[in-house]
């Protein structure tokens, strides 16, 4: 075949030879609507160039055509398969068989890289998803972890918190037991002075009692409201209508005289 010697007519169709025959006719269409002379009126070479790829089509085309084709690419210098004798026809039927083997094979070969090349792809893709996983629950945990810790530390925070206005309500409820011992003691010796000193004046009576006494200067004053302002016991002035009761004599005195009494004991003591 000498057109074989002039062009590959794989390389004019733009094809592989292992192109089915879908492909070759496609790859024709596509060609042939590009280099047709009609679409190309300004090259001179464009007739020949369509020459070209239409013989490469009619050749590769044909299923006889395109196999003696092949065996002369592979064998140059032979003879097509229709000058083949009986011995050289069988050599020639091999070839070919073991040539369509091996483009099987080859095709097989790469649906099997293919397939490898797209597990690895999932295989690495499942094994990142998984590590995406494991550090999010990894950062959960850490958040979980610190999360508890930090209600641990305000918790404890609280409780010794609590702890100390225990302690401060603690030392508050001593310090006013012990201001209310120290008040009842001294109400007590104030009681007992008073008693003493009755007994020394031989104060029975009330009126006596009133003239002897020495009056509380604590709070224990007996507080009385009226409607209208009585007369002192001490001033003998109308001041106020509140007045106020001593606790031992039970005198009535204007809130004036009760704090002059009270001034009074206070600064007789100092």
Not at 147 to 153: D, I, K, L, N, S
Request: overall charge positive; glycine content about 4%.
């Amino acid at each position: 075949m000498s057109s074989a010697t002039r062009f590959d007519y794989y390389a004019e169709l733009r094809i592989e030879p292992t192109a089915t025959s879908q492909e070759i006719t496609a790859a024709y269409r596509r060609l042939a609507l590009l280099r047709h002379p009609d679409r190309n009126p300004d090259d001179p070479t464009a007739t020949a160039s369509f020459q070209r790829l239409q013989e490469a089509y009619e050749t590769l085309g044909d299923f006889d055509r395109k196999a003696a084709y092949d065996a002369s690419r592979l064998y140059p210098g032979q003879q097509p398969a229709a000058f083949y004798q009986d011995g050289d026809h069988e050599t020639f039927v091999d070839s070919i068989i073991e040539r369509y083997f091996a483009g099987v094979q080859e095709a097989m070969a790469r649906q099997r890289a293919a397939f490898e090349a797209a597990t690895r792809l999932q295989q690495a893709e499942t094994e990142a998803q998984r590590r995406r996983e494991e550090e999010e629950e990894r950062r959960t945990a850490d958040r979980i972890l610190r999360e508890g810790r930090e209600r641990f530390a305000a918790e404890q925070q609280r409780h010794a918190e609590r702890q100390m206005r225990a302690e401060k309500r603690k030392e508050a409820e001593r310090e006013v037991a012990a201001l209310m011992a120290e008040q009842a003691r001294q109400h007590a010796d104030e009681r007992a002075q008073q008693e003493h000193r009755w007994a020394l004046h031989k104060a029975v009576t009330r009126p006596d009692k009133k003239k002897a006494c020495l009056h509380s200067q604590f709070d224990g004053w007996v507080k009385h409201g009226h409607r209208r302002k009585p007369r002192c016991e001490e001033c003998g002035e109308k001041r106020s209508m509140t007045t106020f009761g001593c606790p031992y004599c039970d005198i009535t005195v204007c809130p004036m005289c009760r704090d002059k009494l009270v001034k009074a004991k206070r600064d007789s003591k100092e």
